[in-house]
């Protein structure tokens, strides 16, 4: 990524490339931490909640 910047820099030699390069690698970083945060969510409502109902029937059973 970085190096992939590097080289579109000394190809383009202009501030432009490197305005790309970064509005592109904040864009990446966004989406991937909206990702993040929509799967915790959903581990957060569907996976502790299903945790749980076990665990109260495994203390019914005992």
């Known amino acids: 990524m970085?190096?992939?910047?590097y080289l579109c820099y000394l190809a383009m030699d202009s501030t432009q490339c490197?305005?790309?390069v970064l509005n592109?690698?904040?864009v990446c970083t966004g989406l991937l931490a909206i990702i993040e945060f929509i799967?915790?969510?959903s581990v957060y409502f569907v996976f502790i909640p299903s945790f749980?109902?076990?665990?109260?029937?495994?203390?019914?059973?005992?």
Do not use: S
Request: aromatic share 16%.
């Open 2 to 5: 970085v190096w992939g910047g």
């Open 18 to 20: 490197a305005v790309d």
């Open 24 to 26: 592109f690698t904040l």
């Open 39 to 41: 799967g915790f969510i």
């Open 52 to 62: 749980m109902i076990q665990l109260r029937a495994a203390a019914k059973f005992t």
